[in-house]
């Protein structure tokens, strides 16, 4: 059975590149793929694309095809909320922007300790179950960015939820940091349904160094890596959609192949994989962007950590690094713009001390002659 669910936080874009224009035609050729293949689940948030994923879900899925030809799923933005009134306002503005009048799927945004405490404060939950009650919402629940213990304390004290979204892939499975098993056992424990976001880390495992990826293509020389991750959130038995942002056609067509359950032998080489990658030195950015957009100083920092992690893992070859690095900052801040004010930092689902790299960055790149 292939679980995919088509994530609206990376599309396509002209020219290949994180900053160009929403490729309209190919977005609208991997939907239809994606359709015509059997997928139906959509996900999207607020935030995503700062508001763009909604406005391109409308443009390329709900006016192209009837109500009943896809399921959709999106988020209240929990830590924008300033009063309890307020997530009516966000949740009719979603539906604006999704062009639907009720969701089958809705989910309160990035939970974690501080964003739980927002919650509880707004009646989050008390709104989640008022639409439910009066049609606009199928399901409910909630994404997770924490530890075990924590979801734990959600659930019991929130049985209505349905459904909880969380980062699982096999480089966070035994993770002491991200607690991405327990987190799954956790919410299988308690009944309810699985959804798997980040299952590539963000790229991580699409792209992997040359030792990890010999590993992977001396097993099964015509796989990708990225399949190899799909399998594995799909391998999973209380999973339910897992959830890949593509970017383009190739890379749908990879994922929507990705079906086979993982053998013991296969998950045997992929923790031989994860041994290797916890060796390098970089920077576990998923690119989400969620701390670009609360820049002070607008440090495009998922861009330069993709540029640094080429950096940590070719050293030799930075004559060829640093020009990407300085087309970047010609147009936009430089690493060593950064003022330390850690506003970033509180908005990376990875916690990552992005304050302490920014200064590595500038040293390394800037500094590069």
Not at 261 to 271: F, G, H, I, Q, V
């Amino acid at each position: 059975m292939n679980k995919l669910g088509f994530g609206f936080l990376r599309l396509p874009r002209k020219g290949r590149t994180e900053s160009g224009d929403i490729d309209w035609k190919e977005l609208e050729s991997m939907v239809d793929e994606f359709l015509s293949g059997g997928g139906r689940y959509f996900d999207t948030a607020y935030t995503y694309l700062d508001g763009l994923s909604e406005e391109a879900f409308k443009r390329t899925v709900a006016d192209r095809y009837p109500r009943d030809a896809y399921e959709i799923a999106d988020k209240l933005p929990s830590w924008l909320v300033r009063s309890p009134e307020e997530c009516e306002k966000y949740f009719e503005e979603q539906c604006t922007r999704c062009g639907v009048q009720w969701f089958d799927v809705y989910l309160i945004h990035w939970l974690n300790r501080e964003n739980y405490r927002i919650a509880r404060k707004n009646d989050e939950f008390h709104f989640l179950k008022k639409i439910k009650a009066d049609g606009r919402a199928g399901k409910i629940g909630f994404s997770y960015h924490g530890d075990a213990t924590l979801l734990e304390e959600i659930l019991k004290t929130h049985p209505e939820v349905e459904v909880v979204q969380l980062q699982i892939n096999y480089l966070d499975w035994e993770s002491p940091a991200m607690e991405a098993r327990k987190c799954y056992e956790v919410a299988a424990e308690y009944g309810k349904e699985i959804v798997v976001m980040e299952p590539v880390k963000g790229g991580i495992l699409a792209k992997l160094p040359e030792r990890a990826e010999a590993v992977l293509k001396g097993y099964a020389p015509g796989e990708s890596a990225a399949s190899w991750a799909i399998r594995f959130a799909q391998s999973q038995k209380h999973v339910n959609i897992v959830l890949s942002g593509m970017s383009d056609m190739e890379q749908m067509s990879d994922n929507m192949r990705a079906t086979e359950p993982l053998t013991d032998e296969e998950r045997a080489l992929l923790t031989k994989v994860c041994r290797i990658l916890n060796e390098e030195k970089t920077i576990p950015c998923t690119a989400c962007g969620y701390c670009a957009g609360h820049c002070p100083m607008s440090i495009p920092v998922p861009e330069y950590f993709r540029i640094y992690n080429e950096y940590l893992r070719y050293p030799d070859e930075d004559w060829k690094i640093k020009p990407v690095y300085e087309s970047v900052a010609e147009k936009r801040s430089r690493a060593s713009d950064c003022i330390a004010c850690h506003i970033c930092e509180r908005n990376c689902p990875q916690g990552i001390k992005i304050a302490e790299w920014m200064k590595k960055i500038a040293g390394g790149l800037e500094e590069m002659v």
